[in-house]
């Protein structure tokens, strides 16, 4: 008999972590999701100001599902200066672990008058995760977002996924930082690392430089091929497509009125679809969640922090 994704998931007999009292809550439970990846600290630099904001795949897909009712667990790094991100995030139920001695990566978006007009730095970068910094975590689906190439290492793949699932966000194997400046990179590893992973997520350009396939449906089976059995593709106001057991499922984009701030939209997208996933949705009905509570992210500035009834009565509306 063929298992559902949910049937993979075993089921945590603790409370929801916004409610744990153990002291180290990811010492003594087993998640349904885990994401591993740092939080930027995001330098903002306009003719008008400066401003330090959060940002990465940790810190957007960490908010989104800070009010879904499924545990859930962020690993990340910080320095010791941008700890307060952390401390914000668990204000919202998250259940953070930080990581000793790791740094914080920090990003730098100049704009001049014209907003379009922008040059990106990395000015700083933090220590890859080891195993021996997760040996104590345990969860049923691991989901990776790494920033830069070097973030996360194949044999830390091998060995997670051997503890649960793993789901991938690919875009940080894609680029590497040369003298403070964002180039894009090849992953020469990625076969290899793809026959451990059972979810991906990519946009349209990001699968093409990864697959060097010109359409989407020959990507998705290149990536299909090297074992990956959910291939999640994003087209921004086009929809997304995703790929499983040579079927292919589009899902349409639910645009808000006004798209105020599309920053963090594909973390959205995939906190939401994990979840539905975890919750034993099948991959049509989970990824028209994702995709409504991505478009719902749009409509404001900052990281997704509604619940679950907002998203229907957002899709209601299409």
């Given at each position: 008999m063929k298992l559902s994704f949910s049937s993979h998931l075993r089921t945590s007999a603790h409370p929801h972590p916004a409610?744990?009292?153990?002291k180290n809550p990811y010492l003594s439970r087993m998640y349904p999701i885990c994401c591993i990846g740092h939080i930027t600290s995001d330098k903002i630099v306009t003719p008008q100001a400066v401003n330090?904001?959060?940002?990465?795949?940790?810190?957007?897909?960490?908010?989104?599902?800070?009010?879904?009712?499924?545990?859930?667990?962020l690993v990340t790094s910080l320095a010791p200066a941008e700890v307060h991100?952390?401390?914000?995030?668990?204000?919202?139920?998250?259940?953070?672990?930080?990581?000793?001695?790791?740094?914080?990566?920090?990003?730098?978006?100049?704009?001049g008058e014209n907003p379009d007009d922008r040059t990106q730095n990395v000015l700083q970068t933090a220590d890859p995760f080891t195993m021996d910094q997760l040996q104590d975590v345990d969860a049923q689906i691991f989901h990776l977002g790494?920033?830069?190439?070097?973030?996360?290492?194949?044999?830390?793949?091998?060995?997670?996924?051997?503890k649960g699932r793993i789901s991938l966000d690919v875009q940080g194997y894609?680029?590497?930082?040369?003298?403070q400046k964002v180039y894009p990179t090849d992953w020469p590893q990625k076969q290899q690392?793809?026959?451990?992973?059972?979810?991906?997520?990519?946009?349209?350009?990001?699968?093409?430089?990864?697959?060097?396939?010109?359409?989407?449906?020959?990507?998705?089976?290149w990536v299909a091929d090297c074992g990956v059995k959910e291939v999640v593709i994003t087209n921004g106001s086009k929809g997304s497509t995703i790929?499983?057991?040579?079927?292919?499922?589009?899902?349409?984009?639910?645009?808000?009125?006004?798209?105020?701030?599309?920053?963090?939209?594909?973390?959205?997208?995939?906190?939401?679809?994990?979840?539905?996933?975890?919750?034993?949705?099948?991959?049509?009905s989970a990824g028209e969640f994702a995709a409504a509570m991505a478009g719902l992210k749009t409509a404001a500035n900052g990281a997704f922090e509604?619940?679950?009834?907002?998203?229907?009565?957002?899709?209601a509306g299409f």
């Open positions: 409610h744990s009292h153990i330090y904001l959060p940002g990465g795949t940790a810190y957007y897909f960490s908010c989104a599902l800070s009010k879904l009712d499924i545990g859930y667990l991100y952390a401390e914000a995030l668990r204000t919202k139920g998250i259940n953070v672990k930080v990581q000793p001695g790791g740094g914080t990566v920090f990003f730098e978006n100049i704009y790494p920033l830069l190439a070097d973030d996360i290492s194949l044999d830390l793949i091998k060995t997670l996924s051997a894609l680029r590497k930082v040369v003298n690392a793809l026959q451990y992973v059972s979810i991906l997520k990519a946009d349209v350009a990001e699968l093409q430089a990864l697959t060097g396939c010109a359409t989407v449906a020959g990507g998705a089976k790929y499983s057991d040579g079927a292919s499922y589009n899902i349409p984009a639910y645009p808000p009125p006004a798209i105020v701030d599309a920053t963090g939209c594909g973390d959205t997208y995939m906190a939401g679809y994990l979840y539905r996933r975890a919750k034993g949705d099948a991959i049509q509604g619940t679950e009834a907002d998203v229907l009565r957002f899709k």
